[in-house]
């Protein structure tokens, strides 16, 4: 299984990158978190990666830090979670707050993330509570800009990833703006995340 890569960056998406190690490029799914720290190619980038394996396919999850890796092997350990939904979640929380969620019960801010029902963020907590020892690595800062009446190339990569995820293109530009009117923020991994809320 591959565990760890570390190569040129050829392509770079707020939920995909393709890294190329000895002359192979290996497709990548990333949360928005990890697109958030990785480098603009070209240049080399180091993921931890989780492999998944299907009677049908092979697929790679990549990971900036060693303790994002181990929150979504917790998560798609929960009846109901599986990858995608997984990185969905990682997405739509940051690391810390998604902990802090689980271990206080929350199920309100849980069920702000796309595809997270009652029922699976009581799955989550009961399941989860007690084994997130450690795992609350700290959220991203937040900045502040005007808000713009079109779709700045910010906005545009953050439309890309809200429809990779599943949303409707017209309700993510929806969610979008209302997030930029609500406080917008130069940082893409927050104005994601308030844009997800919107959706709901």
């Known amino acids: 299984m591959i565990a760890f890569l570390r190569g040129s960056l050829l392509e770079k998406h707020p939920t995909q990158v393709i890294i190329e190690t000895h002359g192979v490029g290996y497709d990548v799914t990333i949360p928005v978190s990890t697109f958030s720290v990785l480098p603009d190619p070209p240049a080399t980038a180091t993921l931890r990666v989780y492999t998944h394996v299907r009677e049908d396919a092979l697929q790679l999850f990549g990971f900036a830090t060693v303790e994002e890796k181990a929150?979504?092997?917790?998560?798609?350990?929960?009846?109901?979670?599986?990858?995608?939904?997984?990185?969905?979640?990682?997405?739509?929380?940051?690391?810390?707050d998604l902990v802090a969620a689980i271990r206080g019960g929350s199920i309100e801010r849980l069920t702000r993330v796309p595809g997270i029902?009652?029922?699976?963020?009581?799955?989550?907590?009961?399941?989860?509570?007690?084994?997130?020892?450690?795992?609350?690595?700290?959220?991203?800062?937040?900045?502040?800009?005007?808000?713009?009446?079109?779709?700045?190339?910010?906005?545009?990569?953050?439309?890309?990833?809200?429809?990779?995820?599943?949303a409707a293109k017209p309700q993510a530009e929806g969610a979008i703006r209302k997030a930029r009117s609500a406080g917008a923020t130069t940082d893409f991994q927050t104005l994601f995340r308030k844009a997800m809320e919107y959706l709901r």
């Open 71 to 96: 929150l979504f092997e917790k998560l798609i350990s929960v009846s109901g979670i599986g990858p995608k939904l997984a990185i969905t979640v990682l997405s739509g929380l940051a690391a810390a």
């Open 117 to 166: 029902g009652k029922k699976t963020a009581e799955r989550l907590i009961v399941e989860l509570r007690d084994k997130l020892d450690s795992l609350a690595p700290s959220g991203a800062a937040i900045g502040k800009m005007p808000l713009e009446p079109a779709l700045s190339d910010l906005d545009q990569d953050v439309l890309s990833a809200l429809v990779n995820l599943g």
